[in-house]
């Protein structure tokens, strides 16, 4: 092949005892691997040059004359619409409704998958009601979305679905170049409320509570209590042989119930329930027995988990056996457990 010198510097021939100097303006006969060798060298060396130009010799914005500037902006504002018109095009081969589908299936617990469902479908339905495509949410329109949810739902379903859509945007940031998470830095979530100390109710009022609570939601305390099980896992309590297989937090494991809490759940009085709907039924009985004076504190559901892990570390004082019979996924949670309950 021919290849024609046009750029600085001294190349030669690639024989071993003949190097001659090519000079700039020759043309030369040679090899084709070896002037595509020496054509690539030459491309790289005017880059160098283009990139060295650029850095030694652009002027500053004050530096240009009026129809200069005209026309940088023109570049400017141009290049702008075609990024949006890009990620606009781009969004609309996103199928969100398939990206839902595997945020959501990435969940390990049946109730997180369930509260995921549930959140990303309030985004989803303001999307189609304000002919928006989530593709392209702007930050005005992800506070829109969060003001308009605070007038109809409570300020813990706020804060969870905007948490849910922040993580979405996430999901899909690192799936699609063009998708930037609007709810990231947003200021419009409702302020969360002072939580309140870690309680737990004394063994006189978790007997006084079982008593008087009608029979299968005393019973539900009393499991809790004696196994440390979340309110969460009592729907999925299922006998397999002696003992009970359950499923919390996206695990599955076996429990032992004692001889009469083994007796009630044979018939699985707990099965096709929601785990809302039957925490929501223990506040309501554990709040009537709050008002008629039987018990010191509103107990929350989970307050009979922690009454389960003090008895238990009381008992031990082991925080390694602690840890198992909580079912924590490292020492560290069962720590910071302990500690809030004032144990450690």
Known sequence: MKVKITSGGVFHNSTKDNREPLKVGAIVEMPEKQGQRLINLGNAAMVEEAAKEIAENTPSLEDLHPEQLKHLMKLVMA???ANDLKAKAQGMTIDLQKEKGAFIAACKSS???GAYRNALERLFTFAGTSGINLAGLTPAQADNFIYEMASNESPSVVRLTASV?????TFLERRHETIRNPFRGTKARPKEKKIRA????SQAEVEAIIEKMPKPYGIAIAIMAQ???RVG???TL???GNRFSVESKGKGYAVDLPEDLAKEMETEPYKGKTVRGLGRRLEYYIEKLYNAGTIKEKYSPHDFRHYFAIKFYERTKDIYQTRQALHHSNIAVTERYLRGLGQV
Request: proline share 8%.
């Open 238 to 240: 299922k006998r397999i």
């Open 165 to 169: 859509a922040s993580a979405f945007y």
């Open 198 to 201: 870690f309680a737990y109710p």
């Open 227 to 229: 196994t440390g099980l």
């Open 111 to 113: 109730h997180t998958q």
């Open 233 to 235: 896992a009592l729907p």
């Open 79 to 81: 290049q702008n619409l």
